[in-house]
């Protein structure tokens, strides 16, 4: 196998692997890595960094545990439903996944400083992973972020930047701010590397399972870096030809901020953003909403939106029943299955995963 590259995926134009560029120089599309001449029959991940720098940067991410959810799957009315704890993660979210990844390519190219702007997870993740790897990192959250989250990212040695105002202008501000300075943005959401992270989700998934692959997979959406991951590793794995079938992957967002939702159905204009207990995927304009939109319809899933409510009963719910505390980002999930499994998109006789996104005391909601 040649280097990796980094690629456009809509004109197709190659670059090489480089930090700085996150977006085509042509069409201003999001990269993404490519490995020329790589072997998938081995069903062994290909990564973007080498494994010393990896090796160098990794706090344990991964590796994350399958259980089984039978009083759930009983009360939905559906054979099999079993959550991956992404929780369990060393910061207490899947985004360890991506950001491991991220900042081990930063190691690899000489990076001493980072910005990232986050609701909160991603930014107790960054400042984390840059702590271990001897980086300064400069988090941007919105100033209505949970204060368990904000407290997570001080405890590592971040700069805060609180920045009021709407989601998009805390990204305008870290954007600026790596600008003015000569930084590297080390974005969650558009970093071709981070996605290189959260692909191992789906490995995780088919070494784990095997004979008993989900048939669904639903997962809360706000920018897409999990199901985009997700996408990309089964794709691997089909290329490869160790699966047939690539698990139908579902979107769930909150009533109050449903951009990928009305983007899916086809609706001109989403509904006005509100405020949500799912900080998590409260954001209002996904930088890559086109690509989600054609993942979800690739996988012949689906989009649904679900009510404040129910997000919280389901919290509630998941921890009274299975003993599983996940923050209201990871409960809105269920309550899209429940209403996907309502509307006859998922059979009672499929398999279903659901992630548990993030560990409930980061956000008590």
């Not at 490519?34 to 991940?45: E, F, K, M, N, T």
């Not at 088919?206 to 997962?219: C, G």
């Not at 990309?232 to 009533?255: D, N, T």
Request: glycine residues 8%; hydrophobic residues 40%.
């Amino acid at each position: 196998m040649t280097e990796p590259t980094l690629r456009c995926a809509e004109c197709t134009i190659s670059l090489c692997a480089n930090m700085t560029t996150l977006t085509c120089l042509d069409c201003e599309s999001p990269l993404e890595v490519d490995y020329p001449g790589h072997d998938y029959a081995s069903a062994i991940p290909p990564m973007p960094v080498p494994k010393q720098y990896l090796e160098s940067a990794t706090l344990g991410e991964g590796n994350t545990p399958i259980v089984d959810l039978p009083a759930f799957a009983s009360r939905l009315g559906i054979r099999s439903l079993n959550a991956k704890l992404e929780y369990i993660n060393p910061t207490g979210s899947f985004k360890d996944r991506g950001t491991a990844v991220v900042i081990a390519a930063a190691k690899q190219h000489g990076v001493s400083e980072v910005v990232e702007d986050s609701s909160g997870n991603a930014g107790a993740s960054v400042s984390a992973y840059a702590a271990r790897a001897g980086m300064k990192a400069h988090i941007f959250a919105p100033s209505s972020a949970p204060q368990a989250k904000l407290r997570q990212i001080v405890a590592y040695g971040a700069q805060v930047h609180s920045i009021p105002g709407p989601r998009e202008a805390t990204t305008a501000a870290a954007v600026a701010y790596a600008t003015e300075h000569s930084l590297v943005y080390a974005s969650h959401v558009l970093s071709p590397y981070f996605v290189e992270g959260t692909k191992l989700f789906a490995y995780e998934i088919f070494h784990q399972s095997r004979d008993s692959m989900p048939k669904h997979i639903v997962m809360p959406v706000g920018n897409g870096s999990l199901l985009l991951g997700a996408l990309k590793g089964f794709s691997e794995l089909k290329r490869g030809g160790h699966i047939v079938e690539i698990p139908r992957l579902h979107a769930v967002q909150a009533r109050n901020v449903m951009p990928i939702v009305a983007a899916f159905q086809g609706l001109d204009d989403a509904p006005p953003v509100e405020t949500t207990v799912a900080g998590g995927i409260a954001v209002g304009t996904p930088a890559r909403l086109e690509e989600i939109v054609s993942a979800i319809k690739t996988t012949k899933g689906s989009a649904t939106a679900v009510d404040e409510e129910k997000i919280m009963a389901w919290c509630d719910t998941l921890a009274h029943t299975e003993g599983i505390y996940g923050e209201p980002t990871s409960a809105a999930a269920f309550a899209g299955l429940a209403q996907l499994v309502q509307q006859g998109i998922i059979q009672p006789d499929e398999r279903v995963l659901v992630p548990i996104t993030g560990f409930g005391l980061k956000d008590t909601g």
